[in-house]
C-alpha cells in the first residue's frame, strides 16, 4: 500500500503571498489531517477533513483553510502569508468508521512540506 | 498552553543505558500516541494505548498508559545509536480524533 505523499516539498514564498499544499492519503484512509510544526515543536492540529468537509479545527485564524477531495487527496490553502508561517507543513491520513475515530487506529503522516516565508 | 508536557525535553546518553520519557496532561484522552520523528520526516507511529494502566511492549520500548488516562511514560532499555530521534506523544481528543501533540523529547544515542 502506498503512504500519504504531499508536495511540494520545499517552498520559499514571499509575505502577503498565497500558497496551496498537497496532500495524497493512504490507500484506503478516507480522513486527513494537517498539522503545522515550528522548528523544535511538536505538530499542531490545523485541521481535519472527512467526506469532503471540515469536521475539526484548531486555533488557526480563517486564512488557514482547506479542500477534500471525493478520492480523499486534500489541499491546504494559506492566505496573506506572515514570516510566522515557516514551518513544516504535515499531512497525516487515517481510517474512520460510520462511528467516528477508532481510539486504537493511528495516523500515518507524510514527510511533509518545508515551507519558508522571507 | 501545551496540554501535554513532556520531559525531558533533551536527552544524551551513551549505548546501552536505559531511559525514560515522560508524557504528563491535565486532561483526560482517549487514547494516547507515541510517535518517533527523524530529521526531514514526518512522524512514524509506535503505539497507541487505549485502557487506563495499559502496558505495551515493543522489542525494547514499553509504553505505559496512566490509570486515570492523563498521562504516559515511554522506557526504552538497552539504548542504541539507532533509537536516535525525536519522541512525541500525541493524546487523542473528540470523537474526530484530533491529535494533541507534546513538544518532543529529542534522544541522541552515542555508540
Known amino acids: 500500500e502506498t503512504g500519504v505523499t504531499q508536495s511540494p516539498t520545499h517552498l520559499i514564498k514571499t509575505r502577503g503571498q498565497q500558497v496551496t499544499l498537497r496532500c495524497s492519503s493512504q490507500?484506503?484512509?478516507?480522513?486527513v489531517s494537517w498539522y503545522q510544526q515550528a522548528l523544535g515543536q511538536g505538530p499542531q492540529f490545523i485541521f481535519q477533513?472527512?467526506?469532503?468537509?471540515?469536521?475539526g479545527r484548531g486555533n488557526f485564524p480563517p486564512r488557514f483553510s482547506g479542500l477534500q477531495f471525493p478520492n480523499y487527496s486534500s489541499e491546504l490553502n494559506v492566505n496573506a502569508l506572515e514570516l510566522d508561517d515557516s514551518a513544516l507543513y504535515l499531512c497525516?491520513?487515517?481510517?474512520?468508521?460510520?462511528?467516528?475515530?477508532?481510539?486504537?487506529?493511528?495516523?500515518?503522516f507524510g514527510s511533509g512540506t518545508r515551507l519558508t516565508v522571507v | 498552553t501545551q496540554l501535554l508536557e513532556q520531559s525531558p525535553q533533551f536527552l544524551s546518553i551513551q549505548e546501552g543505558e536505559n531511559l525514560t520519557v515522560y508524557c504528563n496532561s491535565s486532561?483526560?484522552?482517549?487514547?494516547l500516541q507515541w510517535y518517533r520523528q527523524e530529521p526531514g520526516e514526518g512522524p512514524v507511529l509506535l503505539v497507541t494505548?487505549?485502557?487506563?494502566?495499559e502496558v505495551k511492549k515493543l522489542k525494547r520500548l514499553t509504553f505505559q498508559f496512566g490509570d486515570a488516562r492523563k498521562d504516559s511514560s515511554l522506557h526504552i532499555t538497552a539504548a542504541q545509536p539507532g533509537d536516535t530521534g525525536l519522541y512525541l506523544c500525541?493524546?487523542?481528543?473528540?470523537?474526530?480524533?484530533?491529535?494533541?501533540f507534546g513538544k518532543g523529547t529529542k534522544l541522541s544515542v552515542k555508540p
Open positions: 497525516a491520513s487515517t481510517l474512520t468508521g460510520g462511528g467516528g475515530y477508532r481510539r486504537n487506529y493511528g495516523y500515518t
Open positions: 490507500s484506503g484512509h478516507n480522513t
Open positions: 477533513y472527512y467526506r469532503e468537509e471540515e469536521n
Open positions: 486532561s483526560v484522552f482517549s487514547s
Open positions: 494505548v487505549v485502557t487506563g494502566g
Open positions: 500525541a493524546g487523542v481528543r473528540g470523537s474526530q480524533g484530533n491529535l494533541i
